[in-house]
């Protein structure tokens, strides 16, 4: 019975472990997009339609992306 607790023990010890060391990893990988500019994106426009912006508007208008949380919904 002791030698079971044990066991579990070490083995929650080695999972919470290795999921830290797996949260450090995606971190280093993860990519900070923030201040970076990236011109090649899509946006669905009120006409149903697929705009990229780089193709279609880069240099040619200035863009302003506003996002509205909970818009339109009975929050």
Known sequence: MRDQKL???????LILFLSILSDMEAEEKREELIGKKNLNFNLAST??????YGD?????HFLIITFFPAAFTPV
């Open 7 to 13: 066991l579990r023990l070490r083995c929650l010890v």
């Open 47 to 52: 006409q149903d339609r697929l705009l990229n």
């Open 56 to 60: 279609e508007y880069y240099k040619k």
